[in-house]
């Protein structure tokens, strides 16, 4: 049986098809990324990321041994 006309190059029109919508996928990521690196660099020039604290130093209680999670509460 022969095959249709519209059916001829389905398997070539998909794969160009999908082909395409990843390429401008992959497009619009970057762009996002390239505007988002963009404005962190004027904030970083306008000074706004100086008073930051450092990760690595933090204040507060630390988990230094605890040995499983514990439940404090209303016993009912």
């Not at 095959?3 to 996002?32: C, M, P, T, V, W």
């Amino acid at each position: 049986m022969p095959k249709s006309r519209n059916r001829k190059n389905h398997k070539k029109k998909l794969a160009a098809r999908n082909l395409k919508i990843k390429n401008d996928k992959r497009s619009q990521e970057k762009a996002q990324r390239e505007f988002i690196m963009d404005l962190i660099k004027r904030e970083q020039e306008n000074g706004a990321f100086e008073n930051t604290p450092d990760i690595s130093i933090v204040d507060g209680p630390t988990l230094d041994g605890v040995d499983g999670p514990t439940i404090e509460g209303p016993s009912i």
